[in-house]
């Protein structure tokens, strides 16, 4: 099996969503915290490996001062939750227990031989603290299948609370919770449940917990109707709290579809073919920081020259004789970006 192969509906990193909904499909999108988390795992993995190997810790210049503290953390408690290691960002397969096949894989960011004495898992997480312990479960599957063990130890280290949480996982519990989320998915009387990890699911335009409060929306503000009186439909909302209440949960709802559409990603294609849209224009507008004046002062003060510390710090000439005198927070290091913006009479 690889990664073209995987399987699309059961990857380990889904578990947690698929506990609260069968239908969740990650839409594979890489969020900014997403992306954060990637370049933590990927630090601290190398740091493990180069403090096994016996090797100088090379310095690793990460965006953000509180990025290099997390790797630090990890790294350290890494090491106090095993007491050997075996294996660092290593494939695991997970087998279906009743079709007995190879259904999908993962990665365990480390394990080895705990300190309770028994085979351990340590999973690295970043942002707050959450319940993480299905998607554990899965991952000490495919260890315990990996070793021929049918117990572990296993610890979830939240690198920016800087909390840990301990487990048992039998492999008994793990087959149960696999077998049980593979019959969710299987029937089709399983319900559609909306909640915040709905912002990652590629069926979210399409999913009947979306659309048809969306649909109410429209309908409650007569929406397809003689609509002559908006501004009246929506003050008679006011003298309703039930049918304020119903329309405020409905309308959210069908902003979110519309944001996650990207209907102004387009707009701003036509705008600049200059294929209709007559009454709008498009605007380039500065980016922003993004880094800490923490971050700054350590970057200024490593090995790196003027020409690559530029080139990291997105300004040259005066602006970078001035930073190396006076450390402030340089402006615009983003990329500039594109807004539509509305051009005709009145305000949209």
């Known amino acids: 099996m690889t990664a073209e192969d995987h399987h699309k509906t059961l990857a380990p990193s889904s578990f947690n969503a698929l506990q609260r909904c069968a239908h969740y499909l990650s839409s594979g999108e890489e969020s900014p915290a997403s992306a954060r988390g990637t370049r933590i795992h990927l630090v601290t993995a190398e740091m493990l490996r180069k403090t096994l190997a016996k090797e100088p810790m090379e310095t690793v ?14 790294w350290k408690k890494t090491q106090e939750e095993l007491r050997e290691i075996h294996g660092i960002e290593e494939r695991v397969d997970i087998w279906d227990p009743l079709a007995g096949k190879l259904i999908t894989f993962g990665r365990c960011d480390c394990y080895g031989e ?7 898992l340590v999973d690295w997480k970043s942002g707050n603290e959450g319940d993480h312990l299905p998607q554990l479960s899965i991952y000490a599957l495919g260890l315990m299948d990996k070793l021929g063990v049918s117990e572990v130890a296993a610890s979830l280290l939240y690198c920016d609370v800087k909390v840990v949480r301990r487990f ?17 998915q299987n029937d089709p009387e399983s319900p559609y449940v909306t909640g915040s990890y709905c912002r990652g699911c590629r069926l979210r335009s399409s999913c009947p917990a ?3 409060p969306a649909t109410k929306a429209l309908v409650t503000l007569g929406a397809g109707e003689e609509m002559l009186d908006r501004i009246g439909a929506l003050e008679k909302l006011k003298s309703d709290p039930i049918l304020l209440g119903k329309f405020i949960h409905e309308w959210r709802v069908l902003e979110k579809l519309v944001a996650n559409a990207d209907l102004t990603a387009k707009g701003i294609e036509y705008a600049e073919k200059g294929d209709g849209m007559e009454n709008w224009r498009v605007e380039v507008r500065k980016g922003r920081s993004h880094f800490s004046k923490e971050a700054v002062r350590l970057l200024l003060e490593s090995d790196l020259n003027n020409e690559e510390l530029s080139e990291v710090l997105k300004i040259d000439g005066v602006a970078f004789d001035k930073l190396k005198k006076d450390i402030f927070l340089p402006r ?17």
């Not at 210049?61 to 990890?74: Q, T």
Request: proline share 3%; net charge negative.
């Open 210 to 212: 979306w659309v048809e």
């Open 332 to 348: 615009n290091q983003l990329p500039d970006y594109k807004c539509l913006v509305w051009a005709g009479n009145g305000d949209k």
């Open 61 to 74: 210049w990460l965006k953000e001062f509180d990025e290099l503290e997390a790797c630090n953390w990890l």
């Open 168 to 184: 048992t996982i039998t492999k008994d519990e793990a087959e149960a919770l696999l077998s049980s989320t593979i019959a969710a």
């Open 114 to 120: 705990h300190t309770m004495g028994i085979p351990g």
